[in-house]
């Protein structure tokens, strides 16, 4: 048997992208390995990692290789709220009518990492 354990992303300044994502995923980080990773984990037992790639001299790509979804029950108010937090791009909020109401929007960090906020009731 094989389950999800866990995600993450990789970026070249681990406390920068601390602070980013605690911003951006409104918690705080569950565990740190020195400048190396951390992780956020609430109530869950999938959980979101950040990697330096910049340590075990390793060579590592950071960017998006992937988009990962984040769900919100009010669109609008993330809009301007991640805004805020000047990310490296964010796209207009877009409507899809079908087969079903689903609205989004997403975000690039500093790292090339692509984020999908998205508002849909199914």
Do not use: C
């Amino acid at each position: 048997m094989i389950k999800i354990d866990h995600f993450y992303i990789k970026v070249t300044n681990l406390d920068k992208a601390i602070s980013f994502y605690e911003k951006l995923l409104q918690m705080q980080i569950s565990h740190r390995e020195k400048d190396r990773w951390v992780d956020f984990q609430k109530g869950s037992e999938v959980y979101f990692g950040i990697l330096n790639s910049t340590v075990d001299e390793e060579i590592y790509k950071t960017g998006n290789n992937t988009i990962l979804a984040l769900k919100t029950d009010d669109i609008e108010k993330e809009y301007v709220r991640l805004k805020d937090l000047s990310p490296k791009s964010i796209t207009e909020i877009q409507t899809i009518t079908q087969p079903a109401l689903y609205k989004y929007f997403e975000i690039e960090d500093e790292w090339g990492n692509v984020w999908e906020v998205a508002e849909y009731n199914y």
